[in-house]
């Protein structure tokens, strides 16, 4: 396994996005609108992990100054098609921007980074950032790494565990966490973690 990310977990990507894409449900993430009112109008968002481009669609379509990307070539195919602009190609471990960004929306994506991994990609979180700015992101819960049925690696973060990586990645402010029930590609509901959090001033 990559320090940053898990090659088998982008291959399922590379190899299911027309059906991935497709059977998801047609909804935005629940967290997505609360998330933009936190916003000033016009705001840019780095959006990592964009998958089928939903959210970046909506944020767009609200005159959001939205940077999809997504680690696998045939999800941002996907989302480029539907959203009708560029999306980057990027994984988590190739952050490389410093103070760019009003925010970086992370819903659903970086639950599969490697736990080990996670505090350096989230430190890259925060230095692309411009100071203050604000960080969401979405984790499946369960407190202890594993693979789903699928052979998709996931980091199954308590909130507990989420807060230490969050702490250990940097002087994060945080504004809000939140446990939840929420489903998945492989059906069924379980437990999740999400966090809303600031750069430094």
Known sequence: MAHGYDA????????????????GPGGISRHLI????RLEPGASILELGCGGGRDAEWMLAQGFDVDPTDGVLEMAAKAEARVGRPVRLMRFDEIDVIG????????????????????????SVMRALKPGGLHFASYK??????????????????????????RRSGD??????????????????????????????
């Not at 190899?15 to 894409?21: H, L, S």
């Not at 202890?144 to 998709?152: I, K, L, W």
């Open 8 to 23: 088998a977990t982008l291959r399922f990507y590379a190899d299911e996005a027309p059906v991935y894409v497709s059977s």
């Open 34 to 37: 609360g998330f933009l009112d």
């Open 100 to 123: 760019r960004y009003d925010a970086v929306w992370a819903n659903a994506s970086l639950l599969h980074v490697p736990r080990s991994g996670l505090p350096a990609i989230l430190t």
């Open 141 to 166: 819960g369960g407190g202890a790494e594993g693979r789903d049925r699928f052979g998709r690696y996931f980091n199954y973060l308590s909130l507990d565990d989420m807060l230490k990586a969050y």
């Open 172 to 201: 994060w402010r945080i504004i809000s966490t939140v446990e939840y029930e929420g489903g998945g590609y492989e059906g069924g509901n379980g437990p999740w973690v999400a966090i809303t959090a600031a750069a430094p001033e």
